[in-house]
């Protein structure tokens, strides 16, 4: 997977505050996305079309501005949704011809616009029909082959996966909480029989939203999980750690449980072998809009909490957050 980038999601509850955590890591040639925060009625075009749209609710995440519009990674909206979109590889099946009175993005603009436009998980399930990411046969600008994947959550618990590997986009319910970059999500999940046991509510797809885990807990006999940084091994590693890591019991404890599945597939800036590398790692709380934030070179992490004051704020507002080195002294 040499060249490519090696996005890793996870999503982690809060046992006794009930807190939903989802976090990511970035990879990325370079840093290029900072915090930021995107009001109501912000208008953007579409570098499809040039269409208009005026967004409906206020988000806090992470991104850049370029052309017309907000390039958004990650982040959570006033409601309590939130959105993730990472790498796909050789899955996206993208549009040619637009179909009337459907949505037309470019595909890397699909989670800026689930993120200003609904309020839930199955708001967007309502409506995925409705949207088509589209190739740039036609495009007004050239973007080439954007091969994406996207996770939603939101506080009722319910996490999906949005994949364009369909027309319609194809929604997948994902109780196990982890995805990489790798397409057909089903086989990722058949590969962990080697590690895990999953538990017979998974098999039969009726597991009850908020379950922390869906294996048994034994893996005597399984397989010790890869320790390479495709996306299968980053798959396997971060289910494997996230079915056995204690289980958080609030919104802190959450987090810290994702920053420490993420180091096992962070992936180390080395320029001579792998151009990408993790250039942040980033957090979202679908109760209390609080992002976390913590660029490559950092040892700290920032909290940027999207209040109700802000939400009534118009504008466009970037958070300079430094990508150094820093170490507390003490005596």
């Known amino acids: 997977m040499e060249g490519k980038p090696l996005c890793t999601s996870v999503f982690q509850i809060g046992q006794v505050d009930g807190a939903h955590v989802i976090a990511r890591t970035m990879d990325w040639p370079r840093l290029g ?70 949505v037309h993005l470019a595909p890397f603009e699909l989670s800026f616009y689930l993120l200003s436009t609904y309020r839930s998980v199955q708001e967007i399930i309502d409506h995925i029909d409705q949207i088509e990411l589209m190739a740039d046969k036609h495009s007004l600008r050239k973007y080439g082959h954007s091969e994406l994947h996207f996770v939603a959550c939101d506080r009722t618990g319910r996490i999906i996966v949005v994949e364009p590997v369909t027309s319609p986009i194809e929604i997948i319910e994902n109780p196990l909480g982890i995805l990489t970059n790798s397409n057909h999500f089903d086989r990722q999940i058949a590969r962990l029989d080697k590690y895990l046991d999953f538990t017979p509510a998974f098999l039969r797809h009726t597991v009850p939203l908020n379950t922390p885990r869906v294996t048994t807990g034994n893996v005597s006999g399984k397989a010790i999980p890869p320790g390479s940084y495709s996306p299968s091994s980053r798959f396997i590693r971060a289910a494997y750690l996230k079915e056995r890591i204690d289980l958080p019991n609030n919104e802190a404890e959450a987090v810290d449980n994702c920053w420490h599945i993420l180091d096992s597939v962070n992936v180390p800036k080395s320029t001579a072998h ?57 005596e």
Not at 46 to 66: I, T, W
Request: charged share 25%.
């Open 274 to 330: 792998q151009p990408t590398y993790s250039v942040y790692r980033a957090a979202v709380c679908c109760e209390s809009r609080h992002y976390y934030y913590q660029p490559y070179h950092a040892k700290s992490v920032v909290r940027i909490t999207l209040t109700d004051d802000l939400i009534r704020k118009n504008q466009l507002k970037f958070f300079d957050v430094e990508d150094t080195i820093q170490f507390a002294d003490t």
């Open 33 to 102: 996305a900072r915090p930021l925060f995107c009001p109501r009625n912000f208008e953007w075009h579409s570098v499809y079309d040039d269409h208009r749209y005026v967004s409906k609710y206020a988000l806090m995440g992470s991104g850049s501005a370029h052309d017309k519009e907000i390039d958004v990674s990650d982040g959570v909206n006033e409601h309590g949704l939130a959105v993730q979109k990472l790498t796909f590889t050789n899955g996206s099946k993208l549009v040619e011809e637009p179909e009337d009175g459907k």
